[in-house]
């Protein structure tokens, strides 16, 4: 989570930002076991106070660094049918690439660290269940999602085939495994 303290110099956007892509890049490159908040701040051309100013450890820059690309590269969609926004917004969530090693580490900090569990939850993964969420309940309010089917279960089931396929690396996880898994969540709520 972001320290916010009220001392010391005001957040730096352009800080920010150098920060934030410098630990993707870190982390695309060498790993989340090798990150470290020393080498990010000497990617960011920060000092290492800077970054420890914000946030109390590298979980927290790449949970602030996944939610910020997660709100811009995932958008949520509105295409007028159940099967056109779950196959954009499903395609999307399957289709970032080199993401694994940060999902996986963040989720492996969630297990170690209950506090990180929490931010994680909270600001990352229920956000993300949210704008899903919100798919299905504007194809209920068209009709196209019986009332007896349960939404939450059918978020689980897509949050649980990414979740499965990252943690366990046996199956690809891309845009045809998102089509695949939106054709049956279709024929799944068809009446």
């Given at each position: ?34 990150l470290?908040m ?50 954009a917004?499903?395609g999307?969530?399957?289709?970032e ?30 956000s993300r ?7 299905l ?18 978020i ?22 998102g ?7 279709i ?5």
């Amino acid at each position: 989570m972001t320290d916010q303290r009220s001392r010391g110099r005001p957040r730096s956007e352009a800080a920010r930002q150098a920060i934030l892509a410098a630990a993707m890049l870190d982390l695309a490159e060498h790993g989340y076991a090798a990150l470290t908040m020393q080498g990010i701040a000497a990617r960011a051309c920060v000092g290492k106070q800077t970054v420890y100013r914000w946030w109390s450890s590298k979980a927290d820059v790449v949970l602030e660094a996944l939610i910020d690309r997660a709100e811009t590269s995932i958008t949520l969609p509105d295409e007028g049918t159940l099967a056109a926004d779950l196959d954009a917004f499903i395609g999307a969530t399957f289709r970032e690439r080199g993401l694994r090693s940060v999902l996986t580490g963040l989720m492996a900090q969630a297990l170690l660290d209950p506090e990180f569990a929490k931010a994680f939850r909270d600001r990352f993964l229920f956000s993300r269940r949210a704008a899903l969420r919100r798919i299905l309940d504007r194809a209920a309010a068209r009709g196209e999602i019986p009332p007896d089917v349960g939404r939450e279960l059918l978020i689980d089931v897509v949050y649980g085939v990414l979740w499965y396929r990252l943690m366990l690396d046996h199956a690809p996880l891309g845009e045809d495994a998102g089509r695949e898994l939106t054709g049956l969540l279709i024929r799944a709520v068809s009446p």
